[in-house]
């Protein structure tokens, strides 16, 4: 299941796990550079409409059936017509070759006799896989035929797949924050997805909002999408469809924005990171280097009251404003960003399969007894424009 990470700068301060120590850069092993792409500076045709979507949790054993139908309803009660899942790697891949692919066989069935469009998030390579300083994967042709085999089992049930996720943060590339391994990662992704699916979608693995650059830790994610445009002259963004990034808002209403329009505080609100529109930056580098291509939020949301440590900023959103900054987001999104075409909510239903103290739970829109917030009463009575 998905953990979400955010690190925080908090009055001058960091909140973040334990960090790895220093390790050698190996020299690359992967596929020679590829030659730059003047198709990625055009949108390809991508006429999805726009995806309204939850991020959900789902169940892949045998009495997951009812969670994972009662899931599907929720989403179409509210109108919502996307979710997102992620799937790890190494729970379907435990040894080379080896492969369980039951629990999604379980899962995927549903959500397609609901009507529902599937974003896969896929993430955490399997022990025999990794590269443990940093280049995520020692062989991407296994993570490419992998990708090959997802795609390929689940053409026609999932219209869109995501390479990775976090990817700036460096607990989720298991060492220091590079982007030339992500970059290959993502090639590798890419091609494995469209050989077996050429119709289905690939997002780039969303950055998530840090303002740290400590590859050892994290590494901005403006700085790091820049950077990943810059490599080998941009040779390496031909390998995505949409952009994927994520708007973590903290306390902040979602038109606040440092430091033109700072949040009410108290903290969280001397840098862009703590922000909804963080995400025009992000844009900013695209239009620089000419990409023209759409953007979806695969993660955006407010928590409220939550017990977690580092999550402190929530006790300030209230139920009625977690609401409300919901529904005023994808207003924004819909009124002034035509380059964003799918928004997906952080989260709807954690909160029923997660411990009290998990801080999933206060960012959910469903009660852990699966009763609405307004959350969910707002978002269902939302105009959805598609």
């Not at 006790?315 to 529904?327: M, N, R």
Request: with cysteine; proline share 9%; hydrophobic share 40%.
């Amino acid at each position: 299941m998905h953990r979400r990470t955010f690190l925080m700068l908090v009055g001058g301060g960091l909140l973040v796990a334990a960090c790895r120590g220093p390790v050698v850069y190996p020299t690359p092993t992967a596929p020679s550079v590829p030659s730059p792409a003047p198709a990625a500076g055009n949108p390809k045709d991508l006429d999805t409409g726009f995806a309204y979507g939850f991020n959900v949790a789902w169940r892949g054993d045998e009495q997951g059936e009812e969670f994972n139908r009662r899931t599907a309803e929720a989403v179409r009660a509210a109108g919502f017509d996307w979710v997102r899942i992620q799937v790890q790697w190494e729970s379907h891949e435990s040894q080379p070759g080896q492969w369980d692919l039951r629990p999604l066989d379980r899962v995927l069935p549903i959500y397609a006799e609901y009507g529902l469009n599937v974003l896969v998030s896929v993430v955490s390579a399997p022990a025999w896989a990794r590269d443990t300083s940093g280049g995520i994967v020692r062989d991407l042709d296994a993570f490419r035929v992998a990708m090959r085999r997802f795609a390929g089992t689940y053409r026609g049930l999932v219209k869109a797949w995501q390479v990775w996720n976090e990817q700036n943060i460096a607990s989720n590339v298991y060492g220091p924050v590079r982007v030339e391994p992500y970059a290959r990662l993502l090639r590798a992704g890419y091609e494995g997805v469209k050989e077996a699916d050429p119709g289905a979608l690939v997002v780039s693995g969303s950055l998530t909002p840090t303002g740290v650059n400590d590859p050892n830790l994290a590494i901005d994610d403006v700085a790091y999408l820049e950077s990943f445009y810059a490599l080998d002259d941009g040779a390496w963004t031909q390998y995505f469809d949409i952009l994927g990034a994520h708007a973590n808002a903290t306390l902040n209403p979602p038109d606040t924005l440092w430091p033109e329009r700072p949040g009410p505080g108290p903290g969280w609100r001397d840098h862009p990171s703590f922000y909804f529109r963080r995400v025009e930056q992000l844009r900013a580098v695209m239009e620089k280097h000419g990409d023209r291509r759409p953007v979806w939020i695969t993660e955006f949301g407010w928590t409220t009251a939550n017990p977690a440590p580092g999550y402190e900023y929530g006790q300030y959103v209230s139920e009625e404003q977690q609401a409300a900054y919901l529904v005023e987001a994808f207003a924004i999104a819909r009124q002034r960003w035509p380059w964003v075409t799918g928004m997906f909510v952080w989260n709807l239903n954690f909160s029923t399969i997660v411990d009290p103290e998990d801080e999933k739970g206060p960012w959910s829109v469903l009660n852990a007894d699966w009763s609405p917030r307004p959350a969910y009463r707002a978002l269902s009575a939302m105009p959805k424009q598609r």
